[in-house]
C-alpha cells in the first residue's frame, strides 16, 4: 500500500493544478510570477516529452501503460530489497507518468504551463518524472539499490 501513497499524492497535484490553470488562463496566455523568473502559460502538448513524436498518441499512451505496469511489478515484488532511494524515484516516475496519462487518455493531450523561457513549457507531472529519473539513477550509481550485500 506503501508504493501507492507519493504516486496518487503526485497525480492529485498534478491533475488539480492541471485543472485551476485550465479555469483561470486562456489557452496561450501568460501570467507572470516571480518577479518575472516563469510564468504561468497554459499550452496543449500532443506529444511526448518536449513535444516530440506528436502524432503518436496510441504508442505513448501504450508505452507508458507498460512502464508504469513493469515498475509498479518490480517495485511491489521486493519493496523491502529495494532501498529508499530507488523506491522514492520510482515512486515520483510512476506518479508522474500516470498524471500525464490521465490527460493523453481524457483529453488527446497534456495540460502544460509552466514556463521558464529558457526550457519547453512543463507541468507537475513532468517535474516528478524528471527530479523521480534523477534520484533513482543517482540510487543506482551510488547505492545498493538492490539490497545485495557489498561484499
Known sequence: MRLFILPLAIVILDQVTKALVEKTVPIGASLPVLRGLAEITRIYNPG?????????RI?????????????????????????????LGIEMVVGGAAGNLIDRIRLGHVIDFIDVSIWPVFNVADIA???GAAVLLYSLVTGNPGGRSST
Open 48 to 56: 511526448s516529452a518536449l513535444g516530440v513524436l506528436s502524432t503518436a
Open 59 to 87: 504508442p505513448i499512451i501504450v508505452s507508458c501503460l507498460v512502464i508504469i505496469a513493469w515498475l509498479i511489478a518490480v517495485t511491489r515484488g521486493s519493496y523491502k530489497l529495494v532501498d529508499a532511494k530507488a523506491r
Open 129 to 131: 518524472v524528471c527530479v
